[in-house]
């Protein structure tokens, strides 16, 4: 079964507001990321945190991971039309490769 | 410079083809890796290989075959095309595994 499982699996908002994705995992990890896929294209890597990371900024986003409850959220702030992809988190449990999830599709609209 | 390319980009052919994907990534990464995705988004790692040495292959059929000439370099060749090869197939890199992956632009496969 998969690792990584992300809540919502779409997700629609007006552009300005916040979006929120919930990742949620099986078993210990090392890491994990977060990484945008546009349609159409590869997946763009977002943001890594560590298993002893309990937050990560990067610009208008904020990654947060408790290992207690094999979780993880990706908070976009301010949203704009470009942020409209898919999310993806990934997790590195040890095993020599990363575990996608099957990704939240966001859609902003203007 | 793009940092991980593939070739081509389009690939449509018929069932029971051959068929070889390219794969080139100039960061200097140690790792490769081949993923699947199919029409649900879904990303499926298929094989990986760290200086050219093959270090993961996940159950897929020994149709699929893969070839690292060098470490900067991650070849895919599927022999006998069948309709549910149709995907996606991307290509990454990263400098350790475990570590950020960077992706190719994928190749989209259809197999009529």
């Known amino acids: 079964s998969q690792q990584g499982e992300e809540d919502p699996q779409a997700l629609s908002i007006q552009e300005g507001e916040n979006a929120t994705m919930n990742c949620s995992y099986k078993t210990s990890i090392n890491n994990l990321q977060w990484y945008r896929q546009n349609s159409g294209r590869g997946l763009v890597h977002l943001i890594l945190i560590r298993s002893n990371e309990r937050e990560k900024h990067s610009g208008r986003l904020r990654v947060t991971l408790d290992t207690s409850k094999k979780s993880s959220s990706l908070l976009i702030t301010a949203s704009r039309a470009a942020d409209t992809a898919s999310y993806f988190c990934a997790t590195d449990a040890g095993a020599q490769k990363l575990v996608f999830g099957q990704g939240t599709r966001l859609t902003i609209n203007p | 410079d793009t940092a991980v390319s593939q070739t081509p980009k389009y690939l449509v052919t018929q069932m029971g083809n051959d068929k070889s994907i390219k794969c080139e990534q100039n960061l200097g990464h140690d790792t490769m890796y081949w993923y699947k995705q199919d029409s649900k988004k879904f990303l499926k790692i298929m094989f990986s290989?760290?200086?050219?040495?093959?270090?993961i292959n996940e159950t897929v059929p020994n149709r699929f075959s893969p070839k690292s000439p060098d470490k900067a370099h991650l070849n895919l060749h599927i022999n006998s095309l069948e309709l549910g090869d149709s995907a996606v197939y991307f290509c990454?890199?990263?400098?350790?595994?475990?570590?950020?992956?960077?992706f190719g632009p994928g190749t989209r496969l259809l197999v009529l």
């Open positions: 990454a890199s990263s400098q350790s595994r475990g570590e950020t992956q960077y």
């Open positions: 290989y760290n200086n050219k040495e093959l270090i």
